[in-house]
């Protein structure tokens, strides 16, 4: 990436940064709450239920295609092996769209299949959220935004993916991995050490 391109996608990530509020003061779900249950149609037709995961750990990401900071983590790379990771695991993985009809990213299925193909991205599931309900019931402000479920339906990690702020690959590597961090504590009967963080990234397009 030559270096005026890298500093408009860092300006680009700083200023989305400085727009996206703390958890605390997103409303919408509470970490430590029952995640609230929804519904919607994945791109294949399948219509996926969070209930129907209970007794599996869940992770909803929500994404833009063209989002640069999504782009980041994807063409690196990065979300791809976190799926990866998460659902050889035995978690279920969603990434769910909450663009309205005609925004920025909003792919039609096929387009979107193409793009999860042309990444190896390998989440669970790829749903559109057109409304925004389910993006406004969580309260999701950036793409990436990031929420780990326990088994049990409890919600133990909203925030970043990661602890460096950056649209700069290159930071990938020395960031804390938060939902990786979430899962591997899940797995070990522990307690999540960082449950919540601040999202950093394009603002949803609802």
């Not at 791809?80 to 909450?98: D, E, H």
Request: proline share 7%.
């Amino acid at each position: 990436m030559n270096i005026p391109a890298f500093r408009t996608l860092s300006l680009l990530a700083i200023s989305a940064l400085a727009a996206i509020p703390s958890q605390e003061a997103l409303g919408g779900v509470a970490v430590g709450q029952p995640a609230p249950d929804f519904s919607l149609t994945d791109i294949n037709g399948q219509v996926r239920k969070l209930s129907d995961y209970r007794g599996k750990t869940v992770v909803l990401e929500w994404t833009n295609p063209e989002c640069p900071i999504v782009r980041k983590h994807y063409l690196s790379g990065n979300m791809p092996s976190l799926q990866k990771y998460a659902t050889a695991g035995g978690a279920v993985w969603l990434a769910i769209n909450s663009g309205h009809p005609g925004a920025e990213g909003d792919f039609a299925p096929a387009q979107a299949a193409q793009w999860l193909s042309s990444t190896g991205a390998a989440p669970t599931a790829y749903m559109r959220d057109p409304d925004g309900r389910v993006g406004h019931l969580y309260g999701a402000k950036a793409t990436p935004h990031m929420f780990v479920i326990s088994a049990d339906g409890t919600l133990v990690y909203a925030g970043a993916i990661d602890s460096i702020p950056s649209a700069d690959p290159a930071d990938i590597a020395q960031a804390t991995n938060y939902v990786r961090a979430a899962l591997d504590a899940l797995r070990a009967g522990k307690p999540v050490a960082v449950a919540t963080s601040r999202a950093y990234g394009c603002s949803v397009k609802y």
